[in-house]
């Protein structure tokens, strides 16, 4: 059987290819009967990359109707502690659809009585219960705790949280020998309740305090491998609320191995995390720590960079960093480093900066910071050379914002301009977007105002370019009939 050999490569090999493979292979009942899925799933699941996580899910999914949902949980059960909740939380979401509320109560049920830890990630998709009630169970069980911990932020809308608040505290005075042991994870629902309540989250925070000081390594060591995202921004909250426990070096290389284990998900908790604890270094170590993350190999940690040096962009050093980060290979990290360089544009003084930070803006290739940078430089006061260098290095931009920009920057400068810069410069505009009516009409009344305030200098110079340049006939007639009213007139 064709499918079956290519179940067991995957096994084999579970490499993205091949596993997308199987999710595209046409199903056929009878696997159901001719093969142990159950079995081979969770073999498989056992022997993929988190990264390819999605795959297996979309196999589960494509196969449901060979599983109850007791298989299901059975397949990922082997994976919950390895791989982010929320992955799970989201698929399971995705699943219960395929059974009845009945069956999915059941299946708790018996995990419940078996293995607590497994029944307590099924809450989030479970309508009929007291959630309260369930979660107070699980967090009052030592099997159970640590994933009730977690489970929180997912159920946190259905349960009450003074329950759940009085809860933590009975923990904290009657078990703290066991919040060492699960630290990081308590520090979850607290981090949570502190955005509805920050008092309160604060009180639960201070009572654990020598704990955490006492722990800090343990939590550092936590943040760099967790598999959670929720754990992972909590342990940022917890750096950010007392920093000055924690060894700077130390936090910093457990928040570059957190990014690179969430990725852009973690990139602004971790930013205002590290934006603390950079205060707390010299001034050339600040430098050298944001330098070193720009120059990275990996994107998220560049990104990383660019918010960091954004939080220090009256300094020259850091907007250099800006500017390179905003010809970055990669199309978000040259955005967001953009739009930071275009806030603080207006207040470059030195004129040779000004241009050198334009010229990036230019390279940056987004065509809305293109054209932003543009509307800045009107509001600005500049040379005419200054403008005639910048018209050139964005002329070769055809996308239609960037144009009408340019066109309203010669506008504003034309009499400034060198006319026969100004016409050529148009006039190739013009053979970019004659399909575009609208702005072929600016630039058309544009030159028509030129000639009118220059008259035959310009109409010779016109008629000249128009020699090179192979522009619609309606365009052409039209410019040569200008030409000719102008040279009649004299």
């Not at 520090?187 to 201070?206: G, K, R, W």
């Amino acid at each position: 059987m064709e499918f079956y050999e290519l179940l067991k490569k995957a096994k084999r090999n579970p490499s993205k290819s091949i596993l997308n493979k199987l999710v595209k292979y046409e199903f056929n009942p009878e696997y159901c009967e001719k093969i142990n899925l159950k079995k081979e799933f969770s073999e498989l699941i056992r022997k993929v990359k988190k990264e390819n996580l999605e795959a297996i899910f979309d196999l589960v999914e494509k196969f449901i109707d060979c599983f109850s949902f007791k298989d299901v949980i059975d397949i990922i059960s082997t994976i919950v502690n390895n791989i982010d909740l929320a992955n799970i939380i989201e698929f399971l979401r995705d699943t219960s659809k395929y059974f009845e509320e009945k069956e999915i109560l059941e299946t708790y049920k018996e995990f419940k009585t078996k293995k607590k830890s497994i029944a307590v990630i099924l809450l989030p998709v479970i309508t009929n219960i007291n959630h309260t009630a369930e979660l107070v169970q699980f967090l009052s069980s030592e099997e159970s705790m640590e994933k009730a911990l977690l489970i929180f932020p997912f159920i946190e809308n259905k349960t009450d949280k003074m329950s759940i608040i009085a809860c933590l505290r009975r923990i904290i005075e009657e078990r703290k020998d066991i919040i060492v042991n699960k630290l990081s994870s308590f520090i979850v629902p607290i981090f949570y309740i502190s955005i509805i309540s920050p008092e309160t989250a604060n009180v639960l925070i201070e009572r654990i305090y020598r704990i955490i000081k006492s722990n800090k390594n343990v939590l550092l060591k936590s943040l760099a491998f967790a598999p959670n995202l929720v754990e992972a921004k909590a342990l940022l909250w917890v750096i950010s609320k007392y920093p000055q426990i924690f060894e700077p070096k130390k936090v910093i290389k457990s928040i570059i191995l957190s990014v690179k284990n969430h990725g852009q998900n973690i990139i602004l908790d971790a930013s205002q995390t590290l934006t603390i604890i950079l205060q707390r270094l010299d001034e050339e170590s600040r430098k050298h720590t944001i330098k070193i993350l720009s120059r990275s190999r990996i994107d998220e940690l560049r990104l990383l960079a660019a918010h960091l040096a954004s939080e220090h962009i009256d300094d020259f050093h850091f907007r250099e960093i800006l500017r390179r980060l905003s010809i970055d290979k990669k199309r978000s990290i040259r955005k967001v480093a953009a739009s930071y360089l275009l806030n603080y544009l207006p207040l470059i003084e030195d004129k040779e900066e000004l241009m050198r930070t334009v010229s990036y803006l230019i390279l940056s290739g987004h065509a809305s910071t293109i054209r932003k940078t543009l509307e800045i430089l009107s509001m600005m006061e500049l040379s005419a050379n200054d403008i005639t260098s910048i018209i050139k290095k964005v002329s070769f931009d055809y996308r239609s914002s960037t144009i009408n920009a340019i066109i309203k920057l010669i506008e504003l400068y034309q009499d400034r301009l060198d006319a026969k810069f100004v016409i050529e410069t148009l006039i190739n505009l013009l053979k970019k977007v004659q399909e575009k009516k609208n702005l072929s009409e600016q630039i058309l009344e544009l030159i028509d105002t030129i000639l009118t305030q220059k008259e035959k200098e310009a109409a010779k110079f016109l008629k000249k370019i128009l020699k090179r340049y192979k522009l619609k006939n309606e365009y052409e007639k039209r410019l040569q009939r200008r030409i000719r009213s102008i040279f009649q007139k004299q």
